[in-house]
């Protein structure tokens, strides 16, 4: 027998969540190196097959109005913007989301000083399949298939479309 034969299949590892305020930590941080360096370094445009991107996602605030910013994960669908709605996978909405659901209109800042006026929708049915399936193919969410039951509710998959 050869060696591939005879190699047994590694035992999955059980999925958890890293602390909230870790989570938390992570993006307080990813803004204040944005900040800090003019937006040189911390938004990526995403690679298929490689990394997803990271944008910041300008809405206005449900309750105040006012500017409320977020650094998120994101793929391309064509001339849209593809991601996830979670919140370091925790339970609650992220903040974003419910922003957007109030005011669907917003700004994404991207790589090398892009920014575009987009209106936010999410997918559903076959659409919200192939979308989830396109973010798949990403490295970076981690497992799409054991995290989103950390969630407790589904994940919305939120379609940032051109406004212009």
């Not at 922003?99 to 800042?109: F, G, K």
Request: no cysteine; hydrophobic share 40%.
């Amino acid at each position: 027998m050869d060696d591939i034969t005879t190699q047994t299949a590694r035992p999955k590892r059980a999925t958890s969540l890293p602390p909230r305020w870790i989570i938390r930590g992570f993006w307080v941080g990813h803004r204040a190196l944005l900040r800090a360096t003019g937006d040189r370094v911390g938004l990526a445009a995403p690679a298929p097959g490689g990394r997803f991107g990271m944008l910041r996602l300008r809405t206005l605030g449900r309750r105040s109005g006012q500017e409320r910013e977020a650094v998120i994960g994101y793929a391309e669908d064509g001339a849209n913007i593809v991601t996830l709605a979670m919140n370091g996978w925790g339970a609650a909405e992220p903040a974003w989301l419910l922003n957007l659901r109030a005011h669907p209109e917003a700004h994404v800042d991207l790589v090398g000083g892009e920014t575009r006026r987009v209106r936010a929708r999410e997918a559903t049915g076959d659409e919200r399949d192939r979308l989830w399936a396109l973010i798949d193919g990403y490295e970076g969410y981690g497992d799409l298939e054991a995290m989103p039951a950390l969630r407790g509710t589904p994940t919305a998959v939120v379609v940032l479309e051109p406004a212009d």
